[in-house]
T-cell receptor
Framework: AQKITQTQPGMFVQEKEAVTLDCTYDTSDQSYGLFWYKQPSSGEMIFLIY????DEQNATEGRYSLNFQKARKSANLVISASQLGDSAMYFCAINANYQLIWGAGTKLIIKP | DGGITQSPKYLFRKEGQNVTLSCEQN?????MYWYRQDPGQGLRLIYYSQIVNDFQKGDIAEGYSVSREKKESFPLTVTSAQKNPTAFYLCASSNWGRHEQYFGPGTRLTVT
């Protein structure tokens, strides 16, 4: 069965610094996808970035990049030049059949 | 604007009453999903539907029911059989063949 582990319950980061949020996964599938979502205090889940298991390049979307290390089963999210608006919960997820399996999340707080 | 709407944002009910949460999308997505989120936790799948008139149970379907009579709509009924219904409920949709899911703003249900 697929599983996502996010080991950092919370993080404090100074504004404008880069942030790395950890995600490790477990799956027996050869083909899979990894996702990161942001959940602000309003509650809505916002899709950030996707990495396919066969993608050779690490995914990037603006200030977000995914540090994908397949052999280590790791899919860390990197946010460059953090902003106050980045304060939120961040969730990593992996697709399994037609579902997404979610981690418990990391609460990121950006300090001014 | 295309998107997913959920109503209402806050819902209060007495124990023993059934309640139906609305979810509508105008993204022309084939698949729709219902998740439950408890404080400090990730998302757990309740039900999902890949096509009209068909739906599948997720990990925590007991005490819930759904229907999918139209592509745009996927209402969730929280029945009196659900032992602990107070939670944040999120609806999502995705396109066939693509895995990222897009979410509505959520409904916060409180049962007393």
């Amino acid at each position: 069965a697929q599983k996502i582990t996010q080991t950092q319950p919370g993080m404090f980061v100074q504004e404008k610094e880069a942030v790395t949020l950890d995600c490790t996964y477990d799956t027996s599938d050869q083909s899979y996808g990894l996702f990161w979502y942001k959940q602000p205090s309003s509650g809505e889940m916002i899709f950030l970035i996707y990495q396919g298991s066969y993608d050779e390049q690490n995914a990037t979307e603006g200030r977000y990049s995914l540090n994908f290390q397949k052999a280590r089963k790791s899919a860390n999210l990197v946010i460059s030049a953090s902003q106050l608006g980045d304060s939120a919960m961040y969730f990593c997820a992996i697709n399994a059949n037609y579902q997404l399996i979610w981690g418990a999340g990391t609460k990121l707080i950006i300090k001014p | 604007d295309g998107g997913i709407t959920q109503s209402p944002k806050y819902l209060f009910r007495k124990e023993g009453q059934n309640v139906t949460l609305s979810c509508e999308q105008n993204l022309n997505h084939d698949a729709m999903y219902w998740y439950r989120q408890d404080p400090g936790q990730g998302l757990r799948l309740i039900y999902y539907s890949q096509i009209v008139n068909d739906f599948q149970k997720g990990d925590i379907a007991e005490g819930y029911s759904v229907s999918r009579e139209k592509k745009e709509s996927f209402p969730l009924t929280v029945t009196s059989a659900q032992k602990n219904p107070t939670a944040f409920y999120l609806c999502a949709s995705s396109n066939w063949g693509r895995h990222e899911q897009y979410f509505g703003p959520g409904t916060r249900l409180t049962v007393t």
